[in-house]
Structures are given as structure tokens and as C-alpha cells.
């Protein structure tokens, strides 16, 4: 597990800091010796070589050089190494003068010791697995609560000196906390640990702050600072970058103590396994961190090779605890890598499917975007709205006859909406009346309206009229729908009757309020239907008809309405139809308002880093 792996390495390392006073390490006690003394003149810089020995490499180390070696294992005195650091003759003292580098008797004897007890060689730490060595031998067996325990008794014990006394408790969990959670602890935290007599107080305490949120957190803090991650681009105007989610995903892993393999995968080929989960890609995020640009002088090959340059360094430095990106202009100098290995990693980050230029964008693809519960709701609507619409084209438009792209059940499942055919202007492509003069439009402020800029209103002194007809885009009628319309009284000048008037083919669909004095139509008959008494003159009033009534059938499409009054003054605004089945001129509109849709989602930050 990722905890128990990183924990792991912490005690494998304290255990090598404390080490077995009776022997030295090479990676801990002599490598750092001879890379600062040895190495510029005697490692892997082939131009700067001398006398064709190499000291960074066991085979260089032990090889015969005709007869001579510098390192012979337990024999100081035959190893040409100590020999020449160890002389007091100028002109074989290594290093020499002239480079200025000295080295000290501590570490001279250091060389003696480490060859005397049989010279072992160790390879870079990365590439050995850690491993918990023997406890040491110790004096106070009884002081030891754990392994780490040990060794940093016996290291005690061999400087002469006693552990402290066990901390108090208020220090303790101020220590602990901070270790585990990065957070001091509250204050009744600090009181419930005080005042807990039971003996495994300290290990319960352990226990809640790694399961604490807080612990993903802290330990993500300092993988992150390894990862490079940013909330910006990093260069040119520097924007906001969404790439949190990968924050939250590497808190979550560990929170949830992934598997450290899990969580190396996960994070350098998440994409790359069979068919990833959407955290998966969201690891991938950590490839994603680097520095990028868009400034208008950049060279988009250049910084496409940064960038991978960049990701194969950082994978080296996080993972394998090595200064790679060295080795991108030459042979590593210190760690083992070559030039030629470099790039055969970097092959690797060379195959990113990205624009070098980041646009200075959120979300500079590619992307995953990630999306809440309740946008998923929202988003699976918008699909079935779109479909819906996609079907009401398909099915015809501008005057043409539908075809029914629906089944009954999907009708029922439809939610019924409010379509506006008319308000503050004749629907596109519509005749109006032939007297033009008929059609008179009046502002709000001056006249009565009750939605958007204008009503349109007429005056007679018997039977009066104006309609247009030949819409381009036309209602379509589905079961249950209705029509719609809001109509104003003068109360001055109210009329005796109002009648509306609908064409699908012909005008024998009417319905009509107050007093039977128009002649048109059979009253009583879908020609003619009455709906009752007039609308309170005065005030607003919406008027509705059901289709069925005025003798429509499912599937009829409606191109005319016509608007009749007898005597008076009639205001009339916002007209249409109640319906499940989407209408062509908002099948329009909702081609239209895809792309607001789109920026919606957006606003709402619905990115992940791919």
C-alpha cells in the first residue's frame, strides 16, 4: 500500500542514517567522498578522464589496469585509491594540488576502513530495493518501542548518551499532528489526548489522524511540489489553469492508501491502460503540470521538445531520485544515465497529442472533462432536448409537412413546454392581413403590454379583423396541446366579442368569448366553440383552447392566426402553444442556444488534465 510503501522507505532510511557503527556504506560514507574529490578527473566525463580510470562505476573501480587496481577488497595497503590519497609525496598525492581539492584525515581513514571491511559496492539507492536490516545489539532492550527504535538507541549508546525523557502529552500530539496532518491540533482534540489514561492512547491517536482528510492532503503537498503542479500556465500571462483535479485525485489516493504500483501507473500511463476510468486519465494530470506557453514569439517545436524534456526529468527526479534532464545535453556527470538513455526515455513524453501553445486557455486540450452529479442530470437533459430537436428537423421544416418522428409512448415522456409563435412581430415569413393597415403595433408606455416591447391591438365599430397566415415555421400539433393567447379589454371601449382563428388549410377552427354576434362558423362546432363569458376588461387576461376542440388532430401544423373583435378596442399579445412536441421555430432556437448551453457547462470549471 502507498502508505506502507512511502513509511517503509522512511525506516529503511533511518535505519541506513544510523547505520552499524562497525561498518560503512558506500552510497552513505563513500561515494560522497570520491564524487567530490574524484569524479571531475575519474568519472563519467569521457573528455576529462584521466589515465583511462573510472572511479563512479564498480567495473572501473576494480578493474586490472595492467597489474595494478585501485580498489582490492580488504587490502588498503594493495589498493592504488587509498595509496594515493594517503601519500604524504606531493607529486602522487590525489587529487592534486592544483584543482585545490584536499581531502581530510576523517575521510582518508573513512577510504581505509570502508576497503579493510571488503570494499562493498553499492548501486545508485533507486535501484535497490529497500530493505529493513538486522536490529543492532543493544544495551537497553527495554527502551525500544519499534525497529526505528533500535538503531537510534545504539546510536545513542555508542556517543555516550541517554534518550530524552518521553515528551508530554501536549507536545506529543502537536508533534504527531503536525507530522501526519500539517495542522496544529484543536483544542479539544489536545484535551481528549491529555486525559486519556488508556495505554494505547499515542497508537488510537495515530490512527484517526491517518484517516483524517487532512493526511491525503499533507502528504499530497510535498508530492505535488515534486510534480511541479501549478493552478496557472507558469509563463506569458500566466492564466488560471484547471488542473486541480488531479490535486484532488492524488489526496484521494492517498487517503484511500493506493498501491504505490497502482499509483505510479496510474499517474504516468493511466491513459495508455485498456479501457481507463475517468480517475485514471485524471492521473495522467501529473504529465500535465509542466510550465507551458503561448507567447507570440514562442517556436511550437521548440517547446514541444521542453515539454517532454521537462516530463522526463521530472518522472527521473520523483521516481527514480535522479537528475536526468543532465543528460538531455550530455553523459550524466554524476548519476547513471547517458545521453543516449536519456532520450530513449524522452521518446517516451515525445508523443503527446497537444498544441505546444496552450492559447493561454482553461483547459488547453486534451481534456477530460469532469462533470458533477447534478450536471451529468443536466447534461443527459440537453441531449434529449437535442435529439428531440434533431428529430422535429429531420421531420421538416419552412412549410413543408411533418412526418411524425415520434412514438406515442415517447410523446407521453415529452415534457410539455410553452412555445411563443407571436409577440412583438409577425413569426418570420408570415402574410399579413391584406389591408396592412389592420396590423397596428403599440409600445409599452404608450398602450398596454404585457410581455416584451409591443401589443398589437384593433378597433371596430361591428365585426373587425387582422391575421397573418403562411408562417414559415409552423406550430405542430400533438395530443393535448393547446393554444394560447393574452388579450386586454379598453375598458373604455370594451367589445362585445373576441374570436380567435386558427389555419392548417382553411379557417374553420374558431373559438370565441362573450356575446354569439360574429358571423363566421357554426356555433357549437369545432367551427365555432364557445369558451364563455368576456375577459375582465382592464387587465391582463390568458385565453386558451384546446387543439381538439377547434377540431385540429395530432400531427396537424398550423401556419395563420387570426385575431376578430366585435366593436370596441382589443389588446392582444404573446400567443402560441402549450406542447410536449418540440416547434420548428424553437427546434431554431435550440440549434441557437447549443452553444450558450456549451458555455455553461463550461463556467463550471469541468476540466481534467488527459
Not at 606531493?90 to 577510504?111: D, R, V
Not at 486541480?244 to 492508501?257: C, G, Q, S, V
Not at 548519476?335 to 524522452?346: A, C, K
Request: charged residues 25%; aromatic residues 10%; proline residues 7%.
Amino acid at each position: 500500500m502507498l502508505r506502507i510503501k512511502l513509511s517503509g522507505l522512511a525506516l529503511a532510511w533511518a535505519c541506513l542514517a544510523a547505520g552499524n557503527a562497525e561498518e560503512l556504506q558506500f552510497n552513505r560514507d563513500i561515494k560522497p567522498i570520491l564524487s567530490e574529490n574524484c569524479f571531475p578527473c575519474h568519472g563519467p566525463d569521457a573528455a576529462k578522464r584521466k589515465a583511462k580510470l573510472r572511479l563512479d562505476q564498480k567495473t572501473g573501480a576494480f578493474a586490472d589496469l595492467g597489474g595494478r587496481h585501485a580498489l582490492v577488497a580488504g587490502k588498503p595497503d594493495e589498493s592504488g585509491l587509498f595509496k594515493r590519497v594517503s601519500t604524504t609525496n606531493l607529486n602522487q598525492i590525489m587529487p592534486p594540488a592544483k584543482t585545490g581539492k584536499t581531502l581530510t584525515s576523517g575521510q582518508i581513514e573513512q577510504l581505509r576502513r570502508w576497503i579493510e571491511q571488503g570494499a562493498q559496492w553499492q548501486e545508485h539507492w533507486a535501484f535497490t530495493p529497500p530493505a529493513n536490516p538486522a536490529p543492532p545489539e543493544l544495551k537497553n532492550r527495554d527502551w525500544p518501542r519499534n525497529l526505528v527504535d533500535f538503531f537510534v538507541l545504539a546510536r545513542l549508546e555508542k556517543e555516550g548518551l541517554q534518550p530524552s525523557p518521553e515528551a508530554s502529552r501536549e507536545t506529543l500530539i502537536r508533534r504527531l499532528s503536525l507530522d501526519l496532518t500539517g495542522l496544529p491540533p484543536t483544542l479539544a482534540e489536545l484535551d481528549a489526548f491529555t486525559r486519556d489514561p488508556a495505554p494505547d492512547a499515542y497508537d488510537r491517536l495515530v490512527d484517526r489522524l491517518l484517516r483524517s482528510p487532512r493526511y491525503g492532503e499533507h502528504m499530497a503537498r510535498y508530492w505535488l511540489d515534486g510534480a511541479r503542479y501549478g493552478d496557472t500556465h507558469g509563463l506569458h500571462l500566466d492564466n488560471e489553469r484547471a488542473i486541480w483535479p488531479y490535486r484532488d485525485w492524488l489526496i484521494k489516493a492517498f487517503n484511500e492508501n493506493q498501491p504505490f504500483n497502482q499509483f505510479t501507473i496510474e499517474q504516468l500511463a493511466g491513459d495508455l491502460l485498456p479501457e481507463p476510468t475517468r480517475e485514471q486519465l485524471v492521473a495522467t494530470g501529473f504529465n500535465r503540470c509542466n510550465v507551458t506557453t503561448s507567447e507570440g514569439g514562442a517556436i511550437p517545436e521548440e517547446f514541444a521538445a521542453r515539454y517532454a524534456v521537462d516530463r522526463a526529468e521530472t518522472m527521473g527526479t520523483v521516481w527514480m531520485g535522479l537528475t536526468v534532464g543532465c543528460a538531455a545535453c550530455h553523459d550524466h556527470k554524476y548519476d547513471p544515465i547517458s545521453q543516449r538513455e536519456f532520450y530513449q526515455l524522452y521518446a517516451f513524453f515525445n508523443q503527446f497529442d497537444e498544441n505546444p501553445m496552450d492559447g493561454n486557455d482553461l483547459l488547453p486540450p486534451p481534456v477530460v472533462k469532469l462533470s458533477t452529479p447534478a450536471q451529468e442530470q443536466k447534461l443527459a437533459a440537453f441531449d434529449r432536448e437535442m435529439e428531440t430537436v434533431r428529430r422535429v428537423i429531420r421531420g421538416g421544416l419552412g412549410g413543408l409537412e411533418y412526418q411524425d418522428p415520434f412514438s406515442p409512448d415517447e410523446v407521453k415522456n415529452l415534457a410539455p413546454r410553452e412555445y411563443v409563435w407571436l409577440e412583438d412581430d409577425l413569426p418570420e415569413g408570415a402574410t399579413p392581413s391584406k389591408d396592412e393597415r389592420a396590423w397596428q403595433f403599440a409600445e409599452s408606455g404608450k398602450a398596454p403590454v404585457f410581455s416584451g416591447a409591443k401589443s398589437h391591438w384593433g378597433k371596430a365599430e361591428k365585426t373587425g379583423q387582422h391575421f397573418f397566415e403562411h408562417a414559415k415555421n409552423r406550430l405542430r400539433l400533438g395530443k393535448g396541446d393547446r393554444f394560447f393567447v393574452y388579450a386586454y379589454l379598453d375598458p373604455q371601449d370594451p367589445p362585445k366579442e373576441i374570436m380567435l382563428q386558427f389555419n392548417s388549410g382553411d379557417w374553420e377552427h374558431r373559438a370565441f368569448w362573450g356575446e354569439d354576434l360574429i358571423d363566421m362558423g357554426v356555433t357549437n362546432t369545432p367551427g365555432r366553440i364557445n369558451r364563455g363569458g368576456l375577459p375582465e376588461p382592464g387587465r391582463w387576461t390568458r385565453l386558451e383552447v384546446d387543439a381538439d376542440q377547434v377540431g385540429f388532430k395530432p400531427g396537424a401544423t398550423i401556419h395563420g392566426l387570426a385575431f376578430t373583435q366585435h366593436g370596441g378596442r382589443v389588446y392582444w399579445d404573446k400567443a402560441g402553444l402549450v406542447s410536449r412536441l418540440p416547434q420548428a421555430d424553437q427546434a431554431f432556437d435550440s440549434l441557437n442556444l447549443w452553444d450558450s448551453w456549451q458555455q455553461e457547462i463550461d463556467s463550471h470549471h469541468l476540466p481534467q488534465e488527459s
